[in-house]
Structures are given as C-alpha cells and as structure tokens.
C-alpha cells in the first residue's frame, strides 16, 4: 500500500515528494540564460558600434557601387559598339551612293564638293581681306 503524502499525492506514484527542479534541470536554465543573455549583449553591442555598423554601410555602398558601375560599363560598351556597326553601314551607303558602279565619284557629289571647298576658299580669303584693311 501507498502512502498519501500533504497534498494529496500518492509519493509511490510520481517519484518525488515536493515540486522543486532537479540540479540538472536548475544547471540547463541557467546554461540557457546565459546563453540568451549572451546574444542580447551581442546585439547591443552591434547596435552600439556606430564605428563598425558605419564601415558595414560604406562596405556595402562601395559594393554596390561596383556592381552599378560594371553593368553601366558594359551596357556603354554594347551601345558604343552598336553605334559603331550604325557608322560603318552609313559610310558604306554614303560610299555607295555617292560613287558610280566604277567606285568612282558621281559629278553631282563632284559640283557639291567643289562648291563647299569654294565657299570654305571665298571664307578665308573675305578673313584675311578684313584683317589686312
């Protein structure tokens, strides 16, 4: 037979007479306590470091930087590189057009460009006629 112990517990049943933890249980709350309090103080001291959070967003904005400034060199590169094939097509057409089929200049682009090589002559002759008078 069992005995009944104060509060109405039968001691043979549960093991133990009162509610108190064991050492072991006592030793593994305190090792978690420990452990929380050990990241809570991490995390204020990183909250604190203006010097180090400071270092972190320059890191980071450098890096950022960084990447922005290689897609931007590489999208210049692409769009150069596409304005130079646009250029060579124009001078082939304009070579082409203004050229007969001996590759030789058509007299139209002839009187054209002898016109402007004369209005650039008649230019600088009416400049050095004004500087010398």
Not at 51 to 65: F, M, N, V, Y
Not at 99 to 114: E, I, N, W
Request: glycine share 10%; proline share 2%; aromatic share 2%.
């Amino acid at each position: 037979m069992s005995t009944s112990n104060s509060t109405g517990h039968d001691s043979a049943t549960t093991g133990q007479t009162d509610a108190t933890p064991s050492v072991d249980e006592l030793q593994a709350e305190i090792e978690q306590t420990r452990a929380d309090l050990g990241e809570t103080v991490d995390a204020l001291s990183a909250k604190l470091d203006v010097k180090g959070r400071t270092k972190q967003r320059l890191s980071t904005t450098k890096d950022q930087a960084g990447v922005k400034f290689h897609q931007t060199s590489v999208q210049v590169g692409n769009k150069v590189r596409e304005a130079q094939v646009k250029a060579n097509q124009l001078v082939g057409q304009a070579k082409q057009q203004a050229t007969d089929a001996q590759g030789k200049p058509k007299p139209a682009v002839l009187g054209g460009a002898g016109a402007v090589a004369a209005i650039v002559v008649a230019g600088v002759v009416l400049l050095v006629w004004r500087r010398t008078r």
